[in-house]
């Protein structure tokens, strides 16, 4: 199973679509500080900003800013340490010349991104050699740009802006929109005199509709930042608490944080024989879903019945291709070589050898293929997230690798696929709950049919929900699996 280790920090609202004049940059440069994370009662790590002059021949020419992030979990028992180090750097009219954003988990890079301003766009580089070219005005605000807007700006009662802010870890510009509200506190001693919040709009791109979370800031009466409260993919609300201000947070650390067991959405009851299951009907309720479906409907799945926030779903499996219904057909991005299937690598044919291809049907190779992706993955919770070719030389991770590196070796042998992303059926210490869970859509015999390379029965069980699918092609980051936010602690599941 999987959950996303997505270092993100998200936000939500919608107010008017006019933009303002450009905002002053150049005044709005925060000082160092430092941020504790707290989920609950248990404390994740920090976030540290910090501002530099930049100088030449001992002159000022400009200043560098940086945020590094820093987490340290539990995935199961397993101690999963995250690092983010975001930076910019601005000319002295706040003018942003560079960018740079790099993750890890534990000592492996697993994703570097940097930028260059050329006139009036930006040169961007992935794992530096996947390039492309974006427009930059003067007045856009570099990846620490909401960092700048709490730390610079003065505040008025009511005040609406938007701003344009850079997000590398969608390698695009975000339009926030924000309000400002003074507040009278209910009681003298609370320190929080004014809040802002801040919200990306939705950004979609090919088929990834992608609706960032809230944050919500509090200040005292200087507008000095107490802390904040917004949601982490794969990790539900937290609060992060300036170190050093006048807000004392009421908590008392106990344990450290289960990014894994916090993962898991308990039901109702068992599902018998789930893995075979042909059929299934699932209560769900998700909390805040605003008309909105949260899952993507297909062949499998369908929605029959919603009411607010509750929507009846009925599963249906098919253990041959031939027993689904005719499917939309595959697109040029379901073939195509992308940084994480990278399919065009050696390492793919590679690894396939042993597979007899004297088989020409284009269902019984995939089958096969998932087959052998089931016999030699070995199971480890730990491994980072990476490119198929790299999971192909050393064949260890969870459903994201499995699912991986299927669809990369399908596409090797013509089989169009694409990644599913959703829940899988599972029974902790007896309990029955749904878990998070990525596996893989093949299209053959003009159908799209499930696979699953950490069971390889050659179909997928009734007990697989999928939330979405993604082609993953011109995608740099883990951004197609924030589609699975909408449910960390906001769904419960009942099986009819």
């Known amino acids: 199973?999987?959950?996303?280790?997505?270092?993100?920090?998200?936000?939500?609202?919608?107010l008017q679509n006019a933009k303002p004049e450009p905002l002053p940059l150049v005044s709005m440069i925060p000082n160092g500080y430092?941020?504790?994370?707290?989920?609950?009662?248990?404390?994740?790590?920090?976030?540290?900003?910090?501002?530099?002059?930049?100088?030449?021949?001992?002159?000022?020419?400009?200043?560098?800013?940086?945020?590094?992030?820093?987490?340290?979990?539990?995935?199961?028992?397993?101690?999963?340490?995250?690092?983010m180090i975001?930076?910019?750097?601005?000319?002295?009219?706040?003018?942003?010349?560079?960018?740079?954003?790099?993750?890890?988990?534990?000592?492996?890079?697993?994703?570097?991104?940097?930028?260059?301003?050329?006139?009036?766009?930006?040169?961007?580089?992935?794992?530096?050699?996947?390039?492309?070219?974006?427009?930059?005005?003067?007045?856009?605000?570099?990846?620490?740009?909401?960092?700048?807007?709490?730390?610079?700006?003065?505040?008025?009662?009511d005040e609406h802006l938007q701003f344009d802010c850079y997000q590398a870890v969608v390698n695009r510009f975000v339009t926030y929109d924000v309000v400002a509200t003074k507040k009278t506190p209910n009681d003298s001693k609370d320190p929080v005199a004014w809040t802002v919040l801040m919200s990306p709009q939705k950004i979609i791109a090919g088929n990834l509709s992608l609706q960032l979370p809230k944050t919500l800031y509090f200040l005292d009466q200087n507008q000095t930042v107490l802390f904040s409260e917004t949601e982490m993919d794969g990790i539900g609300d937290i609060s992060l608490v300036r170190s050093k201000s006048a807000f004392v947070p009421n908590r008392s650390p106990k344990q450290m944080f289960d990014i894994g067991k916090a993962s898991f959405i308990p039901i109702n009851r068992r599902l018998p024989a789930a893995r075979s299951s042909i059929s299934a009907s699932y209560l769900i309720t998700v909390l805040g879903l605003q008309g909105e479906s949260p899952l993507v409907e297909d062949e499998r799945q369908k929605i029959v019945k919603k009411t607010n926030n509750n929507f009846m779903l009925e599963v249906r499996a098919f253990r041959l291709p031939d027993d689904v219904p005719a499917s939309v057909a595959p697109s040029a991005e379901e073939m195509a070589p992308s940084k994480y299937i990278d399919w065009d690598n050696p390492a793919i044919k590679n690894y396939s050898r042993e597979v007899n291809f004297l088989e020409i049907d284009p269902w019984r190779k995939a089958v096969l293929l998932e087959k052998l992706v089931r016999r030699r993955m070995m199971f480890d919770n730990q491994a980072p997230f990476t490119c198929a070719s790299d999971i192909a030389k050393n064949p260890r991770g969870d459903c994201r690798h499995a699912a991986i590196l299927l669809a990369a070796l399908?596409?090797?042998?013509?089989?169009?696929?694409?990644?599913?992303?959703?829940?899988?059926?599972?029974?902790?210490?007896?309990?029955?709950?749904?878990?998070?869970?990525?596996?893989?859509?093949?299209?053959?015999?003009?159908?799209?049919?499930?696979?699953?390379?950490?069971?390889?029965?050659?179909?997928?069980?009734a007990e697989h929900i999928k939330i979405s699918h993604h082609t993953y092609n011109e995608i740099e980051s883990l951004a197609p699996i924030a589609s699975l936010q909408n449910f960390i602690g906001k769904a419960k599941i009942q099986v009819d």
């Not at 020419?61 to 820093?70: C, S």
């Not at 309990?431 to 990525?438: I, N, Q, R």
């Open 1 to 14: 199973m999987n959950t996303s280790l997505v270092l993100t920090f998200t936000f939500l609202l919608s």
């Open 34 to 83: 430092r941020e504790e994370v707290y989920k609950a009662e248990s404390q994740l790590g920090f976030v540290a900003v910090s501002s530099q002059p930049i100088e030449k021949n001992g002159k000022k020419i400009g200043t560098r800013l940086q945020k590094e992030t820093n987490l340290t979990l539990q995935r199961f028992g397993s101690i999963v340490s995250l690092r």
């Open 86 to 157: 975001e930076s910019q750097e601005m000319d002295l009219i706040g003018t942003v010349q560079r960018i740079s954003m790099k993750q890890f988990q534990g000592p492996k890079q697993t994703l570097e991104l940097s930028g260059l301003r050329d006139g009036t766009t930006f040169r961007i580089w992935v794992e530096n050699n996947s390039e492309r070219t974006i427009p930059w005005g003067i007045e856009g605000f570099g990846p620490l740009g909401k960092e700048q807007m709490i730390s610079g700006k003065k505040w008025t009662h």
């Open 410 to 461: 399908c596409r090797s042998e013509g089989i169009p696929s694409r990644i599913a992303h959703g829940l899988l059926y599972v029974e902790k210490n007896g309990e029955p709950m749904f878990g998070f869970h990525m596996w893989t859509e093949a299209h053959v015999r003009g159908r799209w049919v499930a696979l699953d390379g950490t069971m390889g029965f050659g179909f997928v069980g």
